[in-house]
Antibody, heavy 119, light 113 residues
Framework: QVTLKESGPALVKPTQTLTLTCTLSGLSVSTQGMRANWIRQPPGKALEWLARIDWDGDKFYSPFLKTRLAISKDTYRNQVVLRLADVDPLDTAMYYC???????????WGPGTMVIVSS | DIVLTQSPDSLAVSLGERATINCKSSQSVLSTSGKKNLLAWYQQKPGQPPKLLIYWASTRESGVPDRFSGSGSGTDFTLTVNSLQAEDVAVYYCHQYADVPLTFGPGTKVDIK
């Protein structure tokens, strides 16, 4: 059974760098075809795709946040890490990781981790 | 970027009746092979992550009740919920994965009338 679980700080101050971790179970970050995404959702608002990393290390970013985002994977810990620099209260959101699976859609999502940006 | 719009923003349907949600894409979401529409539908209930209902525009994910169906091609798509049940109250999102950046529609809230 494949599961994903996000973790990270619940509260971050403006201008700091937010680091979020997605831990995969039942699937290796290095398995051919593995593609892991980060998506966020501000309270009461729609979903926004942030970034993706593939099993072979290819990376893709939202053009709106590209200069602030960095995605990476830790093969040893079987994790996908997202860093968001220079955070602002507008970055307050639930952050989800999700894998590309059946039909190339995002078929398995983690429960999410809520991040509040406030001084 | 591919922009997705959904209509209506919200709707209220009587139990047992049909709910219809539309999604329009700013450009085609056909795969490079031209054989698949790379469009999915998700259901999101409060406090939960989105749940995949439909992929390739019309293929139901395993375990999803058959009252949920998707249709459409190219730029116009529809999610239909036949015989609405109380547990179907949620926000529904369409999502295109034909091109990066991946994008989502703004969502449609479905309630019971």
């Amino acid at each position: 059974q494949v599961t994903l679980k996000e973790s990270g700080p619940a509260l971050v101050k403006p201008t700091q760098t937010l680091t979020l971790t997605c831990t995969l179970s039942g699937l290796s970050v290095s398995t051919q075809g593995m593609r892991a995404n980060w998506i966020r959702q501000p309270p009461g608002k729609a979903l926004e795709w942030l970034a993706r990393i593939d099993w072979d290390g290819d990376k893709f970013y939202s053009p709106f946040l590209k200069t602030r985002l960095a995605i990476s994977k830790d093969t040893y810990r079987n994790q996908v890490v997202l860093r968001l620099a220079d955070v602002d209260p507008l970055d307050t959101a639930m952050y989800y990781c999700a894998r590309v699976g059946v039909g190339d859609a995002l078929d398995i999502w983690g429960p999410g981790t809520m991040v509040i940006v406030s001084s | 970027d591919i922009v997705l719009t959904q209509s209506p923003d919200s709707l209220a349907v009587s139990l047992g009746e049909r709910a219809t949600i539309n999604c329009k894409s700013s450009q085609s979401v056909l795969s490079t092979s031209g054989k698949k529409n790379l469009l999915a539908w998700y259901q999101q209930k409060p406090g939960q992550p989105p749940k995949l209902l439909i992929y390739w525009a019309s293929t139901r994910e395993s375990g999803v009740p058959d009252r949920f169906s998707g249709s459409g091609s190219g730029t116009d798509f529809t999610l239909t919920v036949n015989s609405l049940q109380a547990e179907d109250v949620a926000v529904y999102y369409c999502h295109q994965y034909a091109d990066v950046p991946l994008t989502f529609g703004p969502g449609t809230k479905v309630d019971i009338k």
